[in-house]
């Protein structure tokens, strides 16, 4: 008896694994990467809006109808909401353990010693705030309608972004974050790259380009919409 109470109380490998700090860093690997796939996909995506409402519109319409006939109208949408919500909140809550965690195990006489990190890597917490906030806003804005202007109109997800964008807080707030998202993949996927155990001496260029590619290019496909309704090349 005494020796299956002591086997029930031994912690799962679940959440023995959740308790390391490789456990958590691995966490935040590995759904930072979901992130970056998404980001990929729905860059991709936004572009489709130069060539016009009608192809943006269908679009929009493809993302409630994808799956179809096999899943019912937009449970492939509800899917990867989940997916990305559970991402977002393993990758926010691992961070902040994390950060505590280091936190608690830095010794006070020490914290003026260390080296100055990156500004990649002293920004990365703030970022993510940002980042946090900029989601609440966007699915608000684009995908309830309720903070926005101009008149929300559902199934025209093209005009929607022009009114967005034809405002200079919608502008700000979406450039803001574009740019947080940016610093954020650069310092992101080296460190998701580590932790996964892909990173070597001759693979280390390598990642680093591919985290600045892959940052210069999602941060400028993103601000390329805004730019365009502001210049009028999208109207």
Do not use: C
């Not at 031994?10 to 930072?32: D, Y």
């Not at 010794?107 to 980042?131: F, N, Q």
């Not at 926005?148 to 450039?175: K, L, R």
């Amino acid at each position: 008896m005494a020796l299956a109470t002591r086997t029930e109380r031994q912690p799962s490998r679940t959440r023995t694994f959740w308790a390391s700090t490789i456990g958590k860093k691995t966490v935040m690997a590995v759904s930072g990467l979901i992130m970056l796939g998404y980001l990929v996909a729905h860059m991709f995506g936004n572009l489709k809006i130069f060539f016009g409402p009608g192809e943006f519109n269908a679009y929009g319409h493809w993302l409630r109808t994808m799956g179809a006939p096999v899943l019912h109208h937009s449970w492939a949408l509800w899917l990867v909401r989940v997916v990305l919500l559970a991402a977002v909140v393993g990758h926010a809550v691992s961070a902040y353990q994390l950060s505590r965690r280091d936190i608690k195990a830095r010794p006070s006489r020490y914290v003026h010693k260390r080296p100055r990190a990156s500004y990649a890597t002293r920004t990365m917490r703030w970022g993510g705030v940002i980042l946090g906030l900029f989601i609440v806003w966007h699915l608000l804005d684009l995908t309830t309608g309720t903070v926005h202007t101009g008149g929300f109109q559902e199934g025209h997800p093209y005009q929607n972004v022009v009114d967005t964008f034809s405002t200079w807080y919608g502008n700000v707030i979406y450039i803001v974050a574009m740019l947080a998202v940016g610093l954020h993949i650069r310092h992101g996927f080296w460190s998701a790259a580590q932790t996964l155990g892909v990173g070597s001496a001759t693979r280390d260029r390598v990642l680093k380009t591919t985290a600045n590619v892959l940052a210069l290019a999602l941060t400028a496909g993103f601000l390329s919409v805004p730019v365009a309704v502001m210049t009028e090349v999208v109207s």
